[in-house]
């Protein structure tokens, strides 16, 4: 398995664009899970899904985020419009069902950077 | 409200002794329990986890943790350290909420810098 595939690796963008960060999850993993890393805030869960549905987006820093999972085999985060103190690694990982202790895999991680 | 803390942000040692990573929990529960290593520019991997079995946890590259319930402490040990130990370690919880799918989000801890010299 490939495990979880993110794109791009690096993405630099001027304020104000929109971007768009990509994961494609484990091939059975019912669960995806957005995640962001700052210095300062560490590790953030932002929203997950549940078989496609967004379960829980109260991490979602505000309406300038968004995501979707059309499908079980690709979810989007979108930032429009980007700002400088979106500047992070963004974080897809994905979990199989079975309960709270199964495992939640992390792809490589998205590194952006928002002049 | 549950949390996650790691009491130590840099830990320093000499390879070939011991490691301990510290990380308490706060909780009216007993969460699922993780411990996460990061290298530098790279995703987060699994090292071990608890999840109400055991309560001594053995892990991959030789590390363990131990659930100590009555000091809520979930802490990362290692025997004898390797220059290849180096990164970043977090500590992780399940949350627990309403409904059987809220066990998955996660609380993590801030992070022990591991640092590991000749």
């Known amino acids: 398995d490939a495990g979880v595939i993110q794109s791009p690796r690096h993405e630099v963008t001027e304020m104000g664009q929109e971007v768009t960060l990509r994961c494609k999850p484990i091939?059975?993993?019912?669960?995806l899970f957005w995640y962001r890393q700052t210095m300062m805030r560490g590790l953030e869960l932002l929203i997950y899904f549940n078989n496609n549905v967004p379960i829980d987006d109260s991490g979602m820093p505000e309406d300038r985020f968004s995501a979707k999972m059309p499908n079980a085999s690709f979810s989007t985060l979108k930032i429009q419009p980007s700002e400088p103190r979106d500047s992070a690694v963004y974080f897809c990982?994905?979990?199989?069902?079975?309960?709270?202790?199964?495992?939640?895999?992390f792809g490589p991680g998205t590194r952006l950077l928002v002049l | 409200a549950q949390s996650v803390t790691q009491l130590d942000s840099h830990v320093s040692v000499s390879e070939g002794t011991p490691v301990l990573l510290r990380c308490n929990y706060s909780s009216s529960y007993s969460p699922s329990l993780f411990w996460y290593v990061q290298h530098p520019n790279k995703g987060l991997q699994l090292l071990l986890k608890?999840?109400?079995?055991?309560?001594l946890v053995k892990g991959i590259n030789g590390f363990e943790a131990e659930f100590k319930k009555s000091e809520t402490s979930f802490h990362l040990t290692k025997p004898s350290a390797h220059m290849s130990d180096a990164a970043e370690y977090f500590c992780?919880?399940?949350?627990?909420?309403?409904?059987?799918?809220?066990?998955?989000?996660?609380?993590f801890g801030k992070g022990t810098s591991l640092l590991v010299t000749p």
């Open positions: 091939s059975g993993h019912d669960y």
């Open positions: 992780v919880a399940t949350r627990i909420g309403f409904g059987s799918n809220s066990g998955y989000a996660l609380n």
């Open positions: 990982a994905t979990a199989p069902s079975g309960g709270a202790g199964e495992t939640q895999y």
């Open positions: 608890y999840t109400s079995a055991a309560t």
